[in-house]
């Protein structure tokens, strides 16, 4: 298994939910606001991860059904979960048990009908897929005429993420073979401009292109830190690889280079791109 993929550790539900689900759920609200999709749709969401994306089209959307898929049978485990927990602490039935339906899927081969979906949405997942043009067509494919295919990912060329790319620069200073494995390089599409490129490629129309930014903001440094030793993803994967000894020389470094508020939190700023098109 080549080194970077190695690092990309998909089927731990809980430990990407640390890492980055809960700046996931931050964005979420605002693509969909950008969307502004009317009630009653047929929604899929494709790559739908720990269901952060998915709890917001339910909350916001009212959609008549959402299918939600992934590859990994533990991010459908932990997606199926949260919605039972939530369908658990309302008094009510929860609208999320009779129209989202979570399954194990994959984007380069959607298992529905053509033309079926009224809405076609993907989070933060495109640049893992192998073929993109492919899940791109996919998703192309099943929407209905007149749909919307929206998409977004994290600014990984541009540092977007302040909190990945403080730990990217402690890492190869000490390092500098960690370089190959930072998102920056191994995703350098993930920009507004080849995004857009890419949508209008899969033959999309009225590609358009919004920068999306949201707040991470950590209570202390042991808050930052814990995500990064969990073993999810590049980064975290990277550093649970790291022998004690260079995994604390590590974590000094970034202690040292940090900044922190008067009350030890960390204040940072995650940005992403997103794009909404057209199915002609």
């Given amino acids: 298994m080549a080194e970077a993929s190695r690092h990309d550790a998909w089927q731990a539900g809980d430990s990407y939910e640390a890492y980055m689900g809960r700046w996931s759920r931050q964005v979420a609200p605002q693509f969909l606001n950008w969307l502004a999709a009317p009630a009653n749709l047929d929604w899929l969401e494709v790559g739908c991860g720990t269901g952060a994306l998915s709890a917001a089209i339910v909350a916001q959307c009212r959609p008549r059904s959402l299918i939600a898929i992934d590859p990994s049978e533990g991010f459908i485990a932990k997606a199926k979960a949260k919605a039972k927990a939530k369908a658990k602490a309302k008094a009510k039935a929860n609208v999320s048990d009779k129209c989202a339906e979570f399954r194990v899927g994959d984007a380069q081969s959607l298992a529905l009908e053509d033309a079926s979906q009224d809405m076609v949405v993907s989070a933060l997942v495109l640049n893992f897929i192998p073929d993109k043009q492919k899940a791109l067509a996919e998703m192309k494919r099943v929407a209905r005429p007149g749909a919307i295919v929206g998409f977004y990912v994290w600014d ?24 190959d494995l930072t998102e920056g390089r191994r995703f350098p599409f ?56 260079a995994q604390q020389r590590l974590k000094v470094r970034l ?4 900044p922190r508020q008067a009350d030890g939190s960390i204040h940072l ?6 794009i909404k098109a057209l199915v002609p």
């Fill in 156 to 179: 990984y060329p541009g540092g977007g993420i302040e909190f990945m790319r403080a730990f990217w620069n402690a890492a190869t200073a000490l390092d500098p073979k960690a370089l």
């Fill in 190 to 245: 993930c920009t507004g401009d080849q995004l857009t490129a890419m949508a209008e490629e899969a033959g999309m129309a009225s590609v358009e292109c919004r920068m999306i930014e949201v707040a991470t903001v950590f209570a202390d440094f042991e808050d930052y830190w814990r995500p990064f030793t969990l073993g999810t993803r590049p980064a975290p994967g990277y550093c649970t690889s790291l022998d004690p000894g």
């Fill in 255 to 258: 202690q040292d280079t940090l």
């Fill in 269 to 274: 700023k995650a940005r992403a791109w997103a």
